[in-house]
């Protein structure tokens, strides 16, 4: 079995600051890991994934993450923080036969001017 | 390249109505498809998913059901919606093993 916790429910940051998201998982088979984008009413954008090799991926809107294993986590981080990167953000780790989706409760990012 | 489709975007129904939500792929074959509801101010709760035509997986109990009568297609049906049914429904496919899961537009489901 898998699960995913997201520290922060809600994360307010200034305009041009770090953004910096995380997340933690558990996972009994090497994970997949997963950041999404979720904007008001709309389905979920992929941002980055890890499944190997390198253990820092880049994404989509200058977002990258970091696999750490010993540390069970995978947090998402931006260097300068837009207004247009306010949403909700979703960190899910994948396993099974099908793959499925295990994803973590969501933050809210608000992006202050 | 590959797209989904779902619809309709939003629904109103009364409770104790029947249901249909449809979900198509296009542009990939053999997909893994997957139904998410995501409650108000929750996260993503996997109901189906389906590694081929006829193949449903229920991960939640619950009056809600799921048919893929063809290969590209996914429709996530009730008999009689409850008004714990509410929220909004995702469709998504995945090409496979280590593939991310790609996703609709979603259907907002109001039960009154």
């Known amino acids: 079995a898998q699960s995913v916790t997201q520290l922060g429910s809600h994360v307010s940051v200034s305009e041009g600051a770090l953004v910096l998201l995380r997340c933690n998982y558990s996972s009994s088979v090497p994970p997949y890991l997963f950041w999404y984008v979720q904007y008001p009413n709309q389905g979920l954008q992929l941002l980055l994934k890890?499944?190997?090799?390198?253990?820092l991926v880049k994404g989509i809107n200058g977002f990258e993450a970091e696999f750490k294993k010993s540390e069970t986590s995978f947090h998402l981080t931006k260097p300068s923080a837009h207004m247009s990167d306010a949403a909700e953000y979703f960190c899910a780790v994948s396993s099974g036969s099908a793959r499925q989706l295990t994803f973590g409760s969501g933050t809210q990012l608000t992006v202050l001017p | 390249s590959q797209t989904i489709h779902q619809w309709p975007a939003t629904l109103v129904q009364p409770v104790g109505s029947p249901l249909s939500l449809e979900c198509t792929v296009e542009g990939t074959s053999n997909p893994n498809l997957y139904w998410y509801r995501q409650a108000a101010g929750r996260g993503l709760q996997l109901l189906f998913y389906?590694?081929?035509?006829?193949?449903i997986s229920s991960e939640v109990p619950q009056n809600l059901s799921a048919s893929r009568p063809q290969d590209r297609q996914f429709i996530l049906s009730s008999k009689k919606l409850l008004l714990s049914d509410s929220g909004f429904y995702l469709c998504a496919w995945s090409g496979g093993d280590g593939q991310p899961q790609h996703f609709g537009d979603g259907t907002r489901l109001s039960i009154l």
């Open positions: 890890y499944t190997t090799g390198a253990t």
């Open positions: 389906s590694i081929g035509i006829g193949q």
